[in-house]
Structures are given as structure tokens and as C-alpha cells.
């Protein structure tokens, strides 16, 4: 298992910009998919981005290609979301999450490892 701690989240106006990191801690990363998720208010948790460790093979939801981007550092065991031009709709819990293998994929049940989550809150 993978213990994983999110920072970054706050309140942004609409067209903003943040960073969320994802710190992982636990074991070595080699080998292994990382993701963010999130969920809004009475929504379900959706996918946002997927990265393969070692190979940083990245996978987006189509809807925010384009304005997010995913990204690691390997030396410090970190994931990171840049989030730009952000919209009220962007309004969520985004939460970390890490699987086994090196695969990146979109599917929530892969996942063995989740943060606790950090909020960001777009305003209009």
C-alpha cells in the first residue's frame, strides 16, 4: 500500500489557475499508475488524469484535455495536477489515487490507494 497526502486545493476565481500535489509515500513507485479523481456536490467521483510512473505515459478525461495536465517528479515521489482556466464547474474534492502496475487507466476499481482529498472551489 501507498500512503498519499494532497495540498494545493483553495478558492480561485473563474480563469484561474492551481497546482495540486500529490505526495506518496510507502513504497517505490516504479511500476506502478498514479491518477486524480473528483467529485462535486451531489455528483459522483469522476476521472480527471491518469500517469504511468516510470514511462509518464499520461491519459485525460476528453472533456479537460487541454487545460489540466499531469505530471510527476520522481525524486521527490510527487504527482501534480496544473489546473488552468478554470470554470465554476471545476468545483470539487479532487483526490489522489495510486494501483499497482504500470498501466494508467480511468477505471475508479483499479485503484487500491486514495487520499483523504483537498477542495478547490471555483468562483463565478
Known amino acids: 500500500q501507498v500512503q498519499l497526502v494532497e495540498s494545493g486545493g483553495g478558492l480561485v476565481q473563474a480563469g484561474g489557475s492551481l497546482r495540486l500535489s500529490c505526495a506518496a509515500s510507502?513504497?517505490?513507485?516504479?511500476?506502478?499508475?498514479m491518477a486524480w479523481f473528483r467529485q462535486a456536490p451531489g455528483k459522483e467521483r469522476e476521472f480527471v488524469a491518469a500517469i504511468s510512473w516510470y514511462a509518464a505515459r499520461t491519459l485525460y478525461a476528453d472533456s479537460l484535455k487541454g487545460r489540466f495536465t499531469i505530471s510527476r517528479d520522481g525524486a521527490n515521489n510527487t504527482m501534480y495536477l496544473q489546473m488552468n482556466s478554470l470554470k465554476p464547474e471545476d468545483t470539487a474534492v479532487y483526490f489522489c489515487a495510486w494501483k499497482g502496475g504500470v498501466v494508467a487507466t480511468r477505471i475508479q476499481s483499479m485503484y487500491a490507494s486514495w487520499g483523504q482529498g483537498t477542495q478547490v472551489t471555483v468562483s463565478s
Open positions: 510507502g513504497r517505490t513507485l516504479s511500476n506502478t499508475a
